[in-house]
């Protein structure tokens, strides 16, 4: 009965809460599911993205296009050198982006159908052009594609760091979106291979890529459009200030950010966490041989991003983001060792990256989380918000990646990997492939987990930063005639480390109006009104 009544509690809460969100709180829930639905627009779209990689273990591009390692790892570094270029005009944009529906929002609506029409497109090079001539093709669409898929896919991520500056309410609507969002990789996890099985060559037939690019990309867009017609952005800033950041004050200032230096670091050994579990496709094709069998594998593997999403806001909750991460690591990479040993038996290979999955799956919760607190930090530190100069940690990224591009390719070529993916159908290939990469996901867990050490800042931290914001933009609003003195209650004292002490029950209370947390949607009459003063 206990169970029922708790229930019954959350169901009544849900709606209770659907249009005016709970006290403390600044999003409603019908907002949450708009976000979340948009996420799974998003998710039908990553999907598709992840049949398109400049990589041997990628079907459609080293399979059916026949493209060699060595190749790929060229295009990739092209790609990466061209990203460093246009970085900074990106962050421009980002941090002063026209209009008034905010920073990450209008790019919801601007990105989706241009990155569905060019991912449609890479499944319909024909075979008969020379590999020379396939190359440039999916060179060039790569390229433009990735640029626009990657700015896509960031201001989702970057959207609810925006919607709420409560860093607990950001990691409970990051857990129910991911919930939510990951029905599509699931959907799609168990579609592809039971629509491949209609193709005479499966997955190696390049019809299938023809029908599904096409069909996933343009849902993706169309849920995508929820994301932005049904959520509101959300920053603690005086009613009449308008920010314009200038590029090199900005990169300077995000330089000096240790949290940004720390959570990027971290993502130099993403290429190796990945090096393994990112051959799941191989394990199917290559080992599995049953189409049938992969449909339910995939659902049932699927299930290991949920339990880790759901788990993840409890973990963070107990033991806080940093100890989250660190933990998390070091079961993913515990979980790859016995691949190193033994990786030839397909349910073993999927046992562990279950684990694996599960691991990384947590981190969705915590990588943005904590990509937020240190935003936060950066506007308590300097008063600037630098959502798009935050990204300009992307150029140092890619020049670490230009080195690291080479590092898989050099493995898949040395064991015999070249042109012909078939050579995968023998163990004796594959097997002491899948060794070195298990051992190089080790050391990639263990990489990935060493820059959190360093990282100290607590959830009460982050708490105190907000409430100290909402103090200095209360403050701006009274000096600027907007906002009464009296909406600081007297209960309210600065501690001895210069912050806001605030009751427990009254917290997220003070100046948590539309006085100092801005909608970007009030901008315009903010700006009129400056304009009449």
């Known amino acids: 009965m206990n169970i029922i009544n708790k229930a019954g509690t959350v169901v009544k809460d849900f709606f209770r809460y659907w249009k005016k969100p709970a006290s403390g709180n600044y999003v409603s829930n019908k907002e ?3 976000y979340s639905v948009g996420g799974m627009g998003v998710q039908f779209i990553v999907a598709v993205s992840s049949q398109i990689l400049l990589q041997a273990n990628c079907l459609l591009i080293g ?13 990739l570094m092209i790609n990466t050198i061209i990203s460093i270029v246009i970085q900074p005009f990106k962050s421009w944009l980002i941090d002063n982006t026209p209009g008034k529906q ?17 991912m449609s497109l890479t499944a319909f090079i024909p075979l008969s052009w020379s590999k020379q001539k396939i190359l440039i093709c999916v060179g060039v669409l790569y390229t433009v594609m990735n640029f626009i898929y990657q700015f896509y896919l960031g201001m989702y991520t970057q959207l609810v760091q925006l919607e709420t500056p409560n860093t607990n ?4 609507i990051i857990s129910i979106s991911s919930i939510i969002y990951s029905m599509a990789p699931t959907i799609t996890g168990a579609a592809f291979p039971l629509i491949a099985s209609f193709f005479d060559l499966g997955q190696v037939d390049q019809n299938f890529y023809r029908v599904i690019f096409p069909v996933f990309s343009f849902l993706g ?14 920053i603690i800033l005086p009613r009449r200030q308008v920010q314009k950041v200038k590029f090199f004050d900005g990169f300077v200032k ?3 950010n240790r949290y940004f230096w720390i959570n990027n670091i971290s993502t130099w050994f993403t290429f190796a966490r990945t090096a393994i579990t990112g051959s799941m496709m191989w394990a199917y094709v290559y080992m599995l041989q049953n189409e049938g069998i992969q449909a339910v594998a995939s659902v049932v593997i699927g299930t290991a991003s949920l339990v880790g999403m759901v788990m993840g806001p409890f973990m963070i909750k107990k033991m806080g983001k940093r100890n989250t991460v660190l933990i998390t690591d070091v079961v993913f990479a515990a979980s790859m060792i016995p691949l190193i040993f033994y990786n030839d038996n397909f349910y073993m290979f999927a046992a562990m990256c279950y684990i694996a999955f599960w691991s990384s799956a947590v981190q969705i919760i915590t990588t943005p989380a904590m990509s937020a607190d240190a935003l936060d930090y950066q506007q308590w530190k300097t008063g600037d918000r630098l959502e798009g100069f935050s990204q300009n940690f992307a150029i140092i990224n890619s020049l670490v990646a230009i080195g690291t591009n080479y590092i898989l390719p050099f493995i898949y070529e040395y064991y015999g990997l070249i042109n012909d993916k078939d050579v995968l159908y023998d163990a004796a290939v594959r097997s002491p492939l899948l060794s070195a990469m298990a051992l190089l996901a080790v050391i990639g867990g263990v990489m990935h987990a060493i820059p959190f050490i360093f990282w100290n800042m607590t959830e009460k931290d982050q708490a105190r930063m907000i409430e100290d914001l909402k103090r200095r933009a209360h403050e701006q ?3 600027d005639g907007c906002a009464e003195a009296s909406l600081l209650s007297s209960d309210e004292h600065l501690n001895e480390e210069g912050f806001v002490d605030i009751p427990a029950e009254s917290k997220g209370a003070v ?3 539309e006085t100092s947390v801005f909608d970007s949607q009030d901008e315009a009459a903010a700006s009129e009104d400056a304009k009449e003063d």
């Open 221 to 234: 867009c169309g849920l995508g459009f929820f994301a932005y017609f049904g959520t509101k952005e959300r």
């Open 102 to 118: 905010g920073k990450a929002r209008p790019w919801l609506l601007w990105l989706g159908p241009p990155c569905a029409i060019l």
């Open 477 to 479: 609003n009274v000096l």
């Open 511 to 513: 100046c948590a109006d």
């Open 63 to 75: 399979s059916v296009y026949g493209l060699k390692p060595t190749d790929l790892a060229l295009l």
């Open 169 to 172: 309410e950001r990691a409970k």
């Open 32 to 34: 949450v599911i708009a």
């Open 254 to 256: 995000i330089c000096k």
